[in-house]
């Protein structure tokens, strides 16, 4: 039981490191990736269309990403380019997104009397690692995404505060003017920011229906892109922090789902739901001090003169 739910949290943790990571990106240049709910939506579909037409899952993986990228795109044009607000571009991004997957997953397929399957991505088992007792079904017997989301976090921390790149990323959200002074362009900064963090959401959003589900439903995210973009505020904009984050949340939604399942009448199914929203909530009302970057959702005007 205790190996399941371990590896159950590492699982369920996966989208939401992705897609917190991504957030923690974005939002150090001060964009803010309202639309994350939508780009995880429109991954899982763009993600399970292109496997079940192809049969490869590569495919399936590469064109998760290649629409969250142009999702992100259009958002970056609006928001950084446009300078129309973050949160209503993105709210409105996230409804259109909605109605979008379910109208082109009729298009493509009809209205299937079954649902439309694909077999998960295959777990991979670390040779002797994964013998290990207890611990090592669950943290070394894992598909591709969850150790590549792993291994994400220690790669962007050392991209984020040791690098050139990081401190343009970092600086960009703190003192914009600063970096244009030294002449490099602060919208091309941010909409590269805001892209690269679509390509990760889409592949977060493909987790759900390649990697866990193996099919696609309209209702598939859950809001979970929401937790993930809470994650980046509770982990204070830094990927440990998100690590951590993804960790919690991930165990709560795991033992929701055991709990679930392994038939429990004692506590009502609704609440076993809704478990982990209940968890952001109250993590995120509990967190008193923040260090928010200075510019986030405030659009760059270069000063005329």
Not at 102 to 112: A, N, S, T
Request: aromatic share 10%; charged share 10%.
């Amino acid at each position: 039981m205790i190996t399941g739910l371990l590896a159950g949290a590492l699982q369920m943790s996966t989208p939401l490191m992705m897609g917190a990571l991504a957030e923690v990106y974005a939002e150090r240049t001060g964009v803010m990736i309202i639309a994350i709910e939508g780009i995880f939506l429109l991954g899982a579909w763009g993600g399970f269309v292109a496997a079940y037409s192809t049969g490869s899952m590569m495919l399936g993986l590469l064109a998760a990403m290649a629409i969250g990228t142009a999702t992100a795109l259009v958002y970056g044009i609006f928001t950084v380019k446009l300078k129309q607000h973050q949160i209503v571009t993105g709210t409105a991004i996230n409804i259109f997104a909605a109605g979008l997957g379910i109208f082109l997953y009729r298009v493509f397929f009809g209205v299937p009397l079954l649902p439309l399957t694909v077999d998960p991505l295959e777990r991979i088992a670390v040779p002797g690692l994964s013998s290990i007792p207890v611990i090592g079904e669950a943290l070394f017997h894992q598909n591709a995404l969850t150790y590549l989301a792993w291994a994400l976090i220690p790669v962007g921390y050392w991209i984020l505060y040791k690098t050139q790149l990081g401190l343009i990323l970092r600086s960009t959200g703190e003192n914009p003017e600063a970096v244009d002074a030294a002449g490099i362009k602060v919208e091309t900064v941010r909409l590269g920011a805001v892209l690269a963090a679509g390509a990760l959401d889409g592949l977060a959003g493909a987790f759900y229906s390649l990697g866990f589900l193996g099919m696609y439903t309209n209702d598939i995210i859950g809001g979970r892109g929401w937790i993930a973009f809470a994650i980046c505020f509770l982990g204070n904009w830094n990927p440990m922090g998100v690590l951590v984050g993804a960790l919690v949340f991930g165990l709560a939604d795991a033992m929701a789902i055991q709990l679930q399942t392994s038939g429990v009448t004692l506590i009502p199914n609704e609440f076993l739901i809704a478990m982990p929203y209940i968890l952001t909530i109250v993590a995120t009302v509990a967190r008193k001090r923040f260090n928010v970057p200075a510019t986030l959702g405030v659009p760059y005007e270069k000063e005329r003169r």
